[in-house]
């Protein structure tokens, strides 16, 4: 985990912290194969392209860990976004194994692979509070052959992956392994740096400054130092489980016990009708009791 100093302004998940002297991957030319020009609340959400993924170019330089091979040369595709109250994404589906770079409205490298274990083998970004300003995206493959068909998907709200239906299904459902742990996603900005920074955990596995928004977003690297015993739960770690099995989370939404449901899984007469992505399972108590009141129901 970097230092939070180091990396104050970044906040898309997950990603690299990356100098923004890295520019061996040309984003001053103009895209491939176009400028899309996005406005916060736009429709249809999400704003999709196809593209051809892939070129000679080694992703690794952009930043020592970025995955693949892009166009080197000039970006796939420019997103010129006005941000508004909603979190940004931008991800990628495709049958074949791609990668994503993006550098973004405030001079960052951000590299993604493989977003989560309901992703499969698709990338995804999201930034929490996005900037205004230009987005430059390459669509990369993990191998250095082929140019196979992708789509490019911008949306501000959660990705639906390939085969999924309506995004709810992918996005609403935690990550379960082995005793029922309820891993959750990969999109803590810490993700997938060789430590658990989940704070559910405890072990010499687990970085000594996690923080609370990150409980349940570091899914690949829990999950690994849990499978090594180099992590084991720290009391207090467990979801909250009720009617039909739903996993309620906690109560770290600062919406939390307003008497609203904040929880974007909910739909009805019960929920707030401007939900985060963030407060996805933070809401648990709120969620509940509307929940068995007939208040609310999971999409």
């Known amino acids: 985990m970097m230092p939070p100093s180091r990396c104050a302004t970044l906040i898309a998940v997950p990603l690299l912290c990356l100098a923004s002297s890295a520019q061996a991957l040309n984003w001053q030319a103009a895209p491939l194969y176009e400028t899309i020009e996005l406005a916060s609340g736009f429709q249809p959400d999400p704003h999709q392209l196809s593209v051809s993924a892939g070129g000679d170019t080694a992703a690794a330089e952009a930043g020592p860990n970025c995955s693949g091979y892009v166009?080197?040369?000039?970006?796939d595709v420019d997103i010129n976004y006005q941000a508004g109250q909603f979190p940004l994404t931008i991800y990628v589906e495709s049958a074949a194994d791609t990668t994503l770079v993006v550098y973004d409205a405030d001079g960052n490298w951000h590299c993604n692979d493989d977003y989560s274990t309901t992703s499969g083998s698709n990338p995804?970004?999201?930034?929490?509070s996005p900037t205004s300003g230009n987005y430059n995206v390459w669509v990369g493959t993990y191998e250095s052959s082929g140019t196979p068909q992708a789509v490019i998907k911008?949306?501000?709200?959660?990705?639906?992956?390939?085969?999924?239906?309506?995004?709810?299904?992918?996005?609403?459902?935690?990550v379960s392994s082995v005793?029922?742990?309820?891993?959750?996603?990969?999109?803590?900005?810490?993700?997938n740096d060789g430590e658990c920074d989940d704070p559910r955990f405890t072990g010499p596995g687990v970085h000594s400054l996690n923080l609370d928004e990150d409980r349940y977003h570091d899914a690949a690297d829990c999950r690994r130092l849990y499978e090594q015993g180099q992590i084991t739960r720290a009391s207090g770690g467990e979801m909250v489980s009720s009617a039909n099995d739903i996993q309620w989370g906690d109560n770290t939404s600062q919406w939390a016990n307003d008497g609203e449901c904040d929880d974007p899984r909910f739909a009805g007469p019960g929920?707030?009708?401007?939900?985060?992505?963030?407060?996805?399972?933070?809401?648990?108590?709120?969620?509940?009791?509307?929940?068995?009141?007939?208040?609310?129901?999971?999409?």
């Not at 995804?124 to 929490?128: E, H, I, P, S």
């Open 71 to 75: 166009n080197g040369d000039k970006p």
């Open 124 to 128: 995804a970004l999201t930034w929490r």
């Open 154 to 174: 911008v949306s501000e709200r959660d990705p639906e992956w390939t085969g999924m239906s309506g995004g709810s299904a992918s996005s609403g459902g935690m």
């Open 179 to 191: 005793n029922d742990i309820e891993w959750g996603d990969n999109t803590s900005q810490w993700a």
């Open 271 to 299: 929920v707030n009708g401007n939900n985060l992505a963030e407060d996805r399972y933070h809401d648990a108590a709120d969620c509940q009791r509307l929940y068995e009141q007939g208040q609310i129901y999971l999409q």
